[in-house]
């Protein structure tokens, strides 16, 4: 029963964490603080950044 009560409760957060995962991104990127470690964080992904800083360089579209 104790780990019928823990499953339901892991996946009702997990629903509501998804149906409101703009708005607490959002939130939590409205702090000026954790908007510069998120973005620092996700320069530090190659993967990300070869395929990001292309979009955001390119001025031949001005």
Do not use: E, G, H, Q
């Amino acid at each position: 029963m104790r780990l019928f009560v823990i499953i339901t409760s892991l996946l009702a957060i997990l629903t509501v964490l998804f149906r409101w995962r703009y708005r607490i991104m959002n939130m939590i990127l409205a702090i000026t603080i954790l908007r510069k470690i998120s973005v620092a964080l996700t320069m530090k992904i190659p993967a990300l950044r070869d395929k990001l800083l292309p979009l955001f360089l390119n001025r031949s579209n001005l």
